[in-house]
């Protein structure tokens, strides 16, 4: 249809030459009006810069550009409405091809066809000598506080719905701005501590299907029942209808509750399949090795642990239950087997996801991946099947762990797709098949991570032997990440992976793992090597009503760009220091001079002395200059001030009578000391600023 479009255009535009126009100007304008069907489009349009506007025309190498003005300026008008390209051409040549540049030489035309490094692996993920995948990154959230899960409704909004494991819900509009009231609360009722590595508290989060019409959502946390006991409660809730950005608490309705024998493998993932029902993964019931009864809880097929549950939600069943079971569950009719159960064998799958299928041809739909953490030796990605037996605690990854277990006949367990020892990572996190617009090379990668290595990893499939191979993936170097609102870092303790509602693929990931430390950000992977051509990937959300403030999102990493702004600003320093120092006047000027030079701290700011009552604000650096000494300062105690540097501007440090303060995250209270002097800590007010408070008195 595009090329249809471009060829009708092209046609259009031909009617206004003659012949000898034709010969002169015919390639010239199909080779601009093609550019837009280019695999690097994104680039060519400059639709890479959220921050410039979309180019009328591609981006022409000069040279090719002064030969098309030349020829065919008359043309120009036809090609475009811009009217600074209207009037340029009519002036100055120079001026239009100015117009018309690409700062990287290698992505204009026609030079992003003759480039090798470009064209070698079209269609691929760039990769680098290693073989590790080149990506980037774009930061989108920061200042949560474990984020485990990030949904989206499926209602058109694109409303991202990002859970904290304390038990809190935020909402992410397509803006990128967040709502400043939480879309859910349950810190009250929800089990976790601040403990580094707990496990427990809110830990799942999924949209019924038809959410648009009957409002409602279920989640998954811990909970403390009768005597203290330790449960996982699934409930199903209700958006309220004063708001539809805030949940109604009081339609809580518990679906079911499983105990927990013990504080970990709590399992935790809630998600919709194909076939309208929702699936529930829950842990072995923690403990090393599943030491529960003579076969564990996992091969256990009347116990509810270490399973992948499968049931009917529009409705109750028999039995008190506040759920029905799917007539073709697999072990509906064997005795002593829990009804619901739809596949065993499972250690503590750690987050799930359907595979939406191939955009075109729609291969792989419907299939479910999961990431299954192990014992001591091996990791493991599965792909859900009915009635599969997964082999724990007979077999982790491919090897045994019980030999009795492992040998047993009739066990017929599913090995993994892919395992990976604890020499790469102790702890998977599963993740998402791409099957996004934005990047298109990625279509068809299993790409997940390791919450104690860091590790990001990709699976591909080869269709052929079915067999899948594993690629590390590695951040961008500094010239393919190179492009605004582009990092190449990220907190290392990778939580949880997402898909937007666009498909989009995004990390949650956080660099202190306690449930209450608000450390926690969320990125969006980029591929750097192909972009989707400009306007391809556009998408018009349904609008939601917000009674709520909005919070904008403000980016706490330093995207590619600033590094290299500061790198330059760095060397450009060091050679200018370096050239005043071999200056001969300068030399001179300093030997005959007999004043001495002006104190590093004269051009700071002073502060009141100790016991000075005055509000606590918050300071940014401002213009430097000379300021007097406060009159009510104490002699000879000289200046206490130190330097700190912030966005590379000098700030001072509190005096003795004053404190730093640093907090992370929405209202959140003062935290993470950074620094100490005498009377007061250095801290920080997350990327807003510093604030001052007085130094409590001894």
Not at 194 to 219: S, V
Not at 307 to 333: E, H, M, Q, T, W
Not at 341 to 359: E, H, K, L, T
């Amino acid at each position: 249809r595009k090329d249809h479009r471009i060829a009708a255009r092209y046609w259009d535009i031909m009617e206004y030459f003659d012949l000898k126009g034709h010969e002169r100007c015919g390639g010239y304008i199909k080779d601009i009006l093609c550019q837009e069907c280019s695999p690097y489009a994104a680039h060519l349009y400059d639709a890479e810069n959220p921050r410039t506007p979309l180019r009328n025309l591609p981006g022409l190498c000069s040279d090719y550009c002064s030969a098309f003005h030349s020829n065919c300026h008359s043309a120009i008008s036809l090609l475009t409405n811009d009217r600074r390209l209207q009037e340029s051409h009519d002036k100055d040549g120079a001026r239009f091809c100015h117009l018309l540049n690409v700062p990287d030489k290698d992505y204009c035309f026609p030079n992003v066809l003759r480039s090798d490094h470009l064209n070698r692996n079209l269609g691929v993920v760039a990769e680098d000598p290693r073989g590790c995948l080149q990506l980037c990154l774009a930061e989108v959230a920061n200042g949560l506080r474990n984020p485990v899960s990030m949904v989206h409704a499926g209602d058109g909004t694109h409303r991202l719905f990002v859970a904290e494991q304390v038990g809190v819900v935020w909402v992410y509009l397509p803006d990128g701005s967040r709502l400043e009231q939480p879309f859910l609360d349950l810190k009250s009722i929800v089990l976790t501590t601040p403990w580094i590595g707990d496990e427990r508290g809110f830990l799942g989060l999924a949209f019924h299907p038809q959410f648009h019409r009957n409002r409602k959502f279920y989640i998954y946390y811990s909970c403390l029942g009768k005597k203290r006991v330790e449960k996982i409660r699934i409930s199903e809730m209700k958006l309220s209808r004063a708001d539809p950005n805030r949940a109604d608490l009081k339609s809580e309705r518990v679906i079911l509750e499983i105990e927990e024998p013990a504080s970990n493998h709590n399992g935790g993932q809630l998600l919709f399949g194909l076939d309208g029902y929702m699936y529930i993964f829950t842990g072995d019931g923690g403990q090393a090795g599943d030491p529960f009864g003579k076969f564990g809880n996992a091969q256990n097929k009347s116990s509810l642990l270490g399973k992948v549950l499968r049931i009917d939600v529009n409705g109750a069943g028999s039995g008190g239950r506040r759920y029905r079971v799917p007539l073709d569950n697999p072990f509906v009719s064997e005795p002593g087997a829990h009804p619901a159960v739809y596949a065993y064998g499972v250690r503590n799958m750690w987050r799930c996801a359907v595979d939406r299928g191939d955009p075109i041809t729609l291969q792989g739909r419907g299939r479910m991946f999961c990431g299954d953490v192990g014992q001591n030796r091996f990791e493991e990605v599965d792909i859900i099947v009915k009635g599969g037996n997964y082999g724990w605690r007979a077999k982790e990854g491919f090897e045994c762990y019980d030999k009795k277990l492992c040998h047993n006949a009739s066990l017929d367990d599913i090995l993994p797709i892919y395992a990976y020892g604890h020499a790469v990572g102790k702890s998977v996190t599963g993740g998402y098949v791409y099957r996004g617009c934005e990047s298109p090379n990625l279509n068809g990668l299993y790409i997940f991570g390791d919450f104690m290595s860091g590790r990001l990893m990709a699976l591909q499939e080869d269709r052929k032997t079915k067999k899948w191979k594993k690629k590390d993936i590695c951040l961008g170097s500094t010239e393919s990440c190179a492009f605004p609102g582009l990092i190449s870092t990220y907190s290392k303790f990778i939580i949880s992976f997402a898909e937007d509602e666009a498909g989009e693929l995004y990390f949650l990931a956080t660099s202190y793992p306690s449930a209450y430390t608000p450390h926690g950000s969320i990125y969006k992977f980029v591929d750097p090597s192909r972009r989707a051509p400009p306007g391809k990937c556009k998408y018009k959300p349904v609008p939601v009503k917000t009674k709520s403030k909005r919070v904008q999102f403000r980016p706490l990493a330093k995207t590619v760009l600033d590094l290299l702004k500061e790198q330059s600003e760095e060397a450009a320093r060091k050679l200018s220091n370096a050239t005043l120092a071999s200056s001969p006047d300068r030399t001179s000027s300093q030997k005959g001079s007999s004043k001495k030079p002006a104190s590093a701290t004269s051009s700071r700011k002073t502060f009141p002395r100790s016991g000075a009552k005055q509000r606590a604000r918050a300071w940014s650096p401002g213009p430097q200059g000379k300021r007097k000494k406060s009159p009510r300062r104490p002699r000879g105690r000289g200046s206490q001030s130190a330097q700190w540097r912030r966005a590379g501007r000098s700030v001072p440090l509190p005096l003795r009578s004053r404190r730093l303060v640093r907090g992370r995250g929405p209202r959140e209270p003062p935290c993470h000391v950074e620094a100490a002097t005498a009377e007061g800590d250095l801290r920080r007010m997350g990327s807003r600023g510093w604030r001052w408070e007085p130094a409590e008195r001894a």
